[in-house]
């Protein structure tokens, strides 16, 4: 395990952060791609989202490089701020006249023409708090009682984001959650008793929505309803089918004409799996997973349980959200609104996920050779 | 950790090989449907001609306009260019081109190569035409039951029209146009082309000019006999080919009356063909055929040629009385051969033969001339008749069948009958088409005559053939009679029914007659349905069948016979 890498130190991870900047490049030809011919006939010019992209781009960029300057930390304390924050941006969702409603949910709040979406940034406050409050005492994690607050701070991001409804979000937030407090060291048993109930909610969950039932069913047989629930799944797996292996092209999408909705920010995959094809998805993800793998890497070289705790958990929500929105798009779980990290169009969770991978860059900055906690897994 | 990632990655990426690479060509198929607009490309209808060429329907140019709203940019600005062009209220085209919910809507129907053209040089976006062209019958009244007519939509519905249309209609093609989710045209959408297949030609055994002479002269006899109806049918005896058919009263093909649907389905039945009536005298003839070929045979039941039938006018059978039309008052019913009994037409001596022949051999004889079935003739709707079961006849009605009543045909039915009795004893198939062809004029199918049975023998032919031209020489016949042309026939004259009891004063008047009586080249029945006045077959039927046999001669350039 703990390896101590002296040439990395100062310059970083270089790899990682260029794989970052590149998905994210990536991202706005994409966007461009996906959203052109929707973006000429709806607001008469073809790059209305691909400037927007490039905006968040800019933003993220900055906001990237400043946070790697940063020791992480610095971020330690604001662990229940972050938390705090993110739960009050969470609620001012339903506060009437900042709030924002769209294909009936609640999920923004703006100010003008300016929107963010808070359960992206919740996410990342929610991993911030959990990282600070283990590593504060490592050994809280052994017993049910010291989880506790991290399972009621889990609980109460996920609650608040389900009420917007935004259904995936909550599914990415209560993964991640699993996802560290198992990274924290906690022991099988006590895993286990936590992951139970998480799983029979699931299904309660759905059934407690009539709009997530008709999802699941259109899922389990899109073309039962193709011009109702089922739409979006059929228009997804066109694109895909329509992509073969090798692709129809960059900018040559057919599903991109209007058949596709969200083309240009959750079902972004769809176009470019038809543009590159089976192909392109494979690179596409290998980029991905090396960013992943990177990331985790960067965590197991922290000097500190802290470090580990952070990196891993931000990597952790950006490989989380990836694959999720792969299993949306490839038809393999029911259609949920899920960005695909750094390449959807969508500025807020843009600009948080790569501030996000920011600091995990600079993590491998900072690092200094320290030997690795015993209990990281 | 990294375990579970990499195991979900292997997932998916499995579920996207699954989908990209092994359901392609499946969901490729799927998806192509909602690419794609299609704009009808429609195939010319084939045209009908007579045996000489003769155009009996045809087509002219139209075209129909329309729209795709959704492809339409500036629905009233186009209103106002196309108001001018297709001459339609400027409001209802705005509105029409603006209402989204529907993928399609039509313009303008059947209009002309002009408009089309001017919508061509104005290029609006999202507004279509396609051929739609209007049938056209240059001869109006022509033949109309026959040649029938098309459909609103231009597909086949009566008559000829109606029985080839998968021949007439052709294939229909398509020009794909490649849109957006709702219907936008791509900037450089690749317009697949699948050209329409144009309609076969249909070329009829039918002659423009024996039909229009038989209509002209039915037409006459409708008038001056102020009868209900009249129709007649000219076949070639030799392979039962249909020469002419006439129905009157007609209508005009060109303007039918398709708002009246009663009158409609009168006018247009093709009444020769699917209507029956009971025959009446000229059934003789079958009956007459049936003996002649027995006693040929040896059969000693048969009368024979030379026996003198009984002189009383009536018979009584099963306890019924069966008188003949006429009194015998005058002698002329007295000591009667066949030939007299066919001249005079007298029906105790056919009822002597029916019984003589007995049930059996009499009903293999109606079989054999196809009563009871169809004809097999190339048309819909065909009528089989009414002809008792052989199981249930009893004497009494198969000795009025002996002299045609007590059955009932379609006149088709009769007139093959009686072209086969005389033609040698070969029953051909009635046909109405006598070849198909491709539009650029090459042969692509033309009919054969169907010999579907043998009725009698040559020799019994020609014997009969030799009776019949004595009826047309010194009987009943004698109308039809034109010196030197071996006209021969027989007259029928049916007194109606209605709901099972004789209708008095309701006759049918029937004449069937062909020549050259040695080597027949022209069969006509001709039947008027309830003539006033005088209503004998050979008074007011005949003398169409010579009129129409005058015309054939002097349209044909015919030679006398000699002897």
Known sequence: MGRTNKTEEGRGDLLFLFAVILLAGLGLVFVYSASCYNAGVRYGDEFFFFKKQLIGFCIGLVCMVAVSFLPYERLRKGGLPALILSLVLLALVFVPGLGKSNYGATRWIGFGSFTIQPSEIAKYGFVMFTAAYFAKDPGRMRGFKGILPVLLAGLSVCVLIMLEPNMSVTMCVGAIMLGMIFLSGVSPKTLLAICIPVLVLVPVLIIAEPYRLKRLSAYLDPWASPRGEGYQLIQSLYALGNGGFFGVGLFHSRQKLRFLPFAESDFILSVIAEETGFLGVLLLFLLIGFVVWRGFRIARGCRDLYGYMLVSGITLAFAVQSVLNALVVSGTIPPTGLPLPLISAGNTSLIVTMTGMGVVYGASRHKEGASPHKIYR | ?563
């Not at chain 2, 313009?107 to 976006?125: H, P």
């Open chain 2, 1 to 563: 950790m990294i375990l579970v990632i990499t195991f979900l990655f292997c997932l998916f990426l499995g579920r996207f090989f699954y989908i990209q690479v092994i359901r392609k060509e499946n969901l490729h198929y799927l998806a192509l449907d909602q690419w794609t607009r299609e704009i009808p490309v429609h195939a010319g209808r084939g045209s009908i001609y007579d045996v000489n060429g003769v155009l009996l329907a045809g087509n002219d140019a139209a075209y129909t306009v329309y729209a795709r709203a959704n492809a339409v940019e500036n629905a009233s600005s186009a209103a106002a260019t196309l108001s001018g062009i297709l001459g339609v209220q400027r409001e209802e085209l705005e509105k029409k081109l603006s209402d989204r919910s529907k993928s399609e809507i039509v313009l303008l129907r059947k209009t002309g190569k002009e408009t089309v053209e001017a919508l061509a040089s104005s290029s609006i976006r999202g507004v279509y035409y396609a051929r739609d062209d209007i049938r056209v019958y240059p001869y109006g009244q022509l033949a109309c039951q026959v040649l029938g007519f098309t459909s609103f939509d231009g597909s086949g519905t009566t008559g000829v029209e109606g029985y080839y249309n998968s021949f007439l209609a052709g294939e229909d093609g398509e020009l794909l146009y490649e849109t957006d989710l709702v219907g936008v045209d791509l900037d450089n959408s690749i317009a697949a082309y699948f050209p329409a297949q144009d309609g076969l030609n249909v070329r009829l055994t039918l002659d423009y000019r024996i039909q229009s002479l038989a209509e002209q002269v039915m037409g006459q006899v409708l008038e001056t006999s102020q009868a209900k109806a009249a129709r007649a049918v000219v076949l070639d005896p030799s392979d039962c080919s249909v020469l002419a058919m006439v129905n009157l009263p007609s209508y005009d093909l060109n303007s039918i009356p398709r708002n009246d649907l009663d009158a409609l389905n009168s006018l247009s039945r093709n009444r020769v063909i699917s209507d029956i009536y009971e025959p009446g005298s000229t059934f003789k003839i079958v009956t007459a055929a049936a003996n002649i070929e027995e006693g040929l045979k040896g059969n000693s039941r048969a009368l024979p040629l030379n026996h003198v039938y009984s002189s009383s006018r009536t018979r009584v059978v099963d306890g019924t009385t069966i008188k003949c039309w006429s009194d015998h008052n005058n002698g002329k019913h007295s000591n009667q051969t066949l030939a007299e009994a066919l001249n005079n037409s007298c029906n105790p001596c056919f009822v002597d033969i029916a019984l003589s022949l007995g049930r059996e051999t009499f009903y293999d004889y109606l079989e054999a001339f196809n009563f009871g079935r169809a004809t097999g003739i190339d048309f819909a709707g065909e009528s089989i008749g009414m002809l008792l079961p052989e199981s249930i006849v009893r004497d009494c009605d198969l000795a009025r069948i002996g002299f045609g009543q007590t059955i009932a045909v379609s006149p088709l039915q009769l007139a093959c009958a009686a072209a086969s009795a005389v033609n040698g004893g070969y029953y051909y198939a009635p046909r109405l088409v006598d070849s198909f062809f491709s539009s650029d004029g090459s042969l692509q199918k033309k009919t054969q005559a169907t010999l579907l049975h043998r009725t009698v023998s040559e020799e019994t032919s020609r014997i009969l053939s030799g009776m019949l031209e004595g009826v047309v020489r010194d009987g009943s016949g004698k109308k039809a009679y034109i010196e030197g042309y071996k006209v021969a026939g027989k007259t029928g004259t049916a007194q109606k029914y209605e709901n099972g009891h004789i209708a008095q004063g309701k006759y049918v008047s029937s004449f069937v007659g062909y020549f050259p009586a040695d080597e027949p080249k022209y069969l006509a029945l001709i039947i008027v349905d309830e003539p006033q006045g005088t209503y004998y077959g050979s008074t007011v039927a005949a003398p169409c069948a010579r009129e129409i046999f005058e015309g054939i001669i002097d349209m044909m350039h015919l030679p006398r016979s000699e002897g």
